[in-house]
């Protein structure tokens, strides 16, 4: 009985979150730390493997909220191109 409540449990919780991540962009950390580093995504699962400081890469929107409070990991600033301005 309780696989069963589990299961419905998962169902209702992938059904929350699919209206989140439609139409959601990736975004992009960057890598501020020392060594390589691995991030597992909290919703999606998918690996996220840092080999450098300073690489950047695209992570699911769904997974960014989690990601944002790792210390080694920052949201970089968009550029805004000054000489159109």
Same mark, same amino acid.
């Given at each position: %009985?309780?696989?069963?409540?589990?299961?419905?449990?998962? #169902?209702?919780? #992938?059904?929350?979150?699919? $209206?989140? &991540? =439609?139409?959601? $962009?990736? /975004?992009?950390? #960057?890598?501020?730390? !020392?060594?390589?580093? @691995?991030?597992?995504? +909290?919703? &999606?699962? !998918?690996?996220?493997?840092? /080999?450098? !400081?300073? =690489? !950047?890469?695209?992570?699911?929107? @769904?997974?960014?909220? +989690?990601? %944002? +409070? #790792?210390?080694?990991?920052?949201?970089?600033? =968009?550029? *805004?191109? *000054? +000489? =159109?301005?």
């Amino acid at each position: %009985m309780n696989e069963v409540n589990s299961s419905n449990h998962q #169902e209702k919780i #992938e059904n929350v979150l699919d $209206p989140l &991540s =439609e139409d959601k $962009p990736d /975004r992009v950390f #960057e890598y501020t730390g !020392k060594y390589s580093r @691995t991030f597992i995504g +909290a919703v &999606s699962g !998918k690996s996220y493997q840092f /080999r450098f !400081k300073g =690489e !950047k890469l695209k992570v699911d929107y @769904t997974d960014s909220f +989690a990601l %944002m +409070a #790792e210390r080694d990991l920052m949201i970089p600033a =968009e550029r *805004t191109n *000054t +000489a =159109e301005l």
